[in-house]
């Protein structure tokens, strides 16, 4: 039985800041590679970032490449996503995962709206 449990989205202006967290339980967290996904109205699901087991590889999508940053911290079993220079197009509810995601594992997400 796995748990995910995101947290820290919010309002913000374009140009802002936010550290998004993923707190996972069930699981040995330091085993698997991590994801950030999100969904904005209308649109699919779509891949954010990725983090390997130790935390030495990641991979981003290009739309948030050189403003976004994920790390894990294996002792806390949580995942992190800073997102810097926030643009409007970053509206989307935020959801972590194992990467690649296993279907049963989505949750609620987080909810990030970024204003003009």
């Known amino acids: 039985q796995v748990q995910l449990v995101e947290s820290g989205g919010g309002l913000v202006q374009a140009g802002g800041s936010l550290r998004l967290s993923c707190a996972v339980a069930?699981?040995?967290?330091?085993?698997?590679?991590m994801g950030w996904f999100r969904q904005a109205p209308g649109k699919e699901r779509e891949f954010v970032a990725s983090?390997?087991?130790?935390?030495?590889?990641?991979y981003y999508a290009d739309s948030v490449k050189g403003r976004f940053t994920i790390s894990r911290d294996n002792a806390k079993n949580t995942v992190y996503l800073q997102m810097r220079s926030l643009k409007p197009d970053d509206t989307a509810v935020y959801f972590c995962?194992?990467?690649?995601?296993?279907?049963?594992?989505w949750g609620q997400g987080t909810a990030v709206t970024v204003t003009s």
């Open positions: 069930g699981r040995i967290f330091r085993n698997y590679a």
């Open positions: 995962n194992q990467q690649p995601p296993l279907i049963a594992y």
């Open positions: 983090i390997g087991w130790s935390g030495s590889i990641t």
